[in-house]
């Protein structure tokens, strides 16, 4: 894979200029449509800056973020040539950081969960997962070194997890996702994908200008708090070996390890979730559900269908959840640093239509705290497995050191 940090370190001595960074990724992305069909479109005539830090470095952006110089589609028919006249402040943000916009990666309909064709890099026979599909497979496939997605359930966490990349889903409203379609605005997060956790945290760096984010070259021991989420559900075995196997080179490496129940109201929190994501998607999909059923992605359209039901005394029930949880699960912090958990039940699930099940995710989402996805062991097939580290609230900093220490555990 291509990493930012060699990239900027190689820009930075001279050794490789922004233009030739950039024709790398060009000459990968070119000959996309025959590999993995990660993009949905690319810019041929896309040029290298001469400033900033993320200079020479090029990114993906998942195609339901607008764009003012190509179409953002959200992956459905009902947007084909969709031209948003500005671009999205998180394209924005990644421009004045000195990077170029290299193309759109492809993305799930309207980021649920009507599959996109693009195909796992390490097995073509299995889904690089959902929904941010295109960014996790380009990253993984070497062909650009930084790409953004979304996350509502699980969808920066898990295909970076079938995926093998580093990623996060940073603290809620760290970024906006102001000119990304919304699915629901309580859950949405525009997150990150690249080769290592150092490379994550530079990309989030430059793009916030918060240099607190770098990952500094000797990092904390943390106290992790292992937790299962029986709640939801029993993994598959190579999901229970990630998990393990990275709980136990942490240990190796000097953390304290223990695992750590979650209080009722969180688990009731991670019950909820659908029921906050779906109400707010049947406002914020109410045009297309309403004024284009026909047009609209059969498994979004029949989810929708099938939550028609849920009340607005629903909502506020769940949203009441969501916020006691939130109170309860920062006391958890008082006990860890950090907690860690699985990022997906097991391995990319074989084909493509199905992108995965965000149950592993879903509730850190809800509850806004940043997550790490580092890649922790190679399962049958060639395919990765990865798990995630999580920090509280606002702590996205120590989630990027927790998880570089962790990466380096598993490492060694
Ligand atoms: N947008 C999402 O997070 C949906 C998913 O997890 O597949």
Known sequence: MISLADLQRRIAQGALSPEAAIGQSLEAVGADRATIGAFVRYDEKARAQGAGPLRGIAVGIKDIIDTADVPTEMGAAIYRGHQPRADAPVVMALKQAGATIIGKTTTTAFAANDPTATLNPHNHAHTPGGSSSGSAAAVAAAMIPLALGTQTGGSVIRPASFCGVAAIKPSYRLLPTVGVKCFSWTLDTVGLFASGVRDVALGLSAMTNRPELVVPPEV?????????????????????????????????????????????????????????????????????????????????????????????????????????????????????????????????????????????????????????????????????????????????????????????????
């Not at 598959?236 to 190796?252: D, F, H, I, K, P």
């Not at 779906?278 to 047009?295: L, M, T, V």
């Not at 939130?326 to 640093?337: I, N, P």
Request: hydrophobic share 50%.
């Open 220 to 412: 904390a021991t943390p106290r992790i708090g292992v937790v299962t989420q029986a709640f939801a559900g029993a993994p598959e075995a190579s999901g229970a070996a990630a998990l393990q196997t990275a709980s136990r080179a942490a240990e190796r490496a000097g953390a304290s390890v223990r695992e750590l129940a979650m209080p009722d109201i969180v688990a009731e929190a991670w019950r909820i979730h659908p029921i906050v994501q779906d109400f707010e998607a049947h406002q914020s999909f109410a045009w297309e559900y309403r004024q284009n059923y026909d047009a609209m992605p059969p498994l979004l359209r029949g989810r929708l269908d099938e939550s028609k039901g849920i009340t607005a005394r629903d909502y506020d029930a769940a949203m009441n959840v969501a916020l006691s949880a939130r109170q309860a699960l920062s006391a958890v912090f008082d006990e860890v640093d950090v907690l860690l958990t699985l990022s997906a039940p097991g391995a990319a699930p074989k084909g493509l239509s199905y992108t995965g099940d965000p149950r592993y995710n879903r509730l850190w989402t809800l509850m806004g705290v940043p997550c790490v996805n580092v890649p922790a062991l190679i399962a049958e097939g060639g395919l990765p497995v990865g798990v995630t580290v999580i920090a509280p609230f606002g702590a996205d900093a120590r989630a990027l050191a927790a998880a570089s220490f962790v990466e380096g555990a598993l490492r060694n």
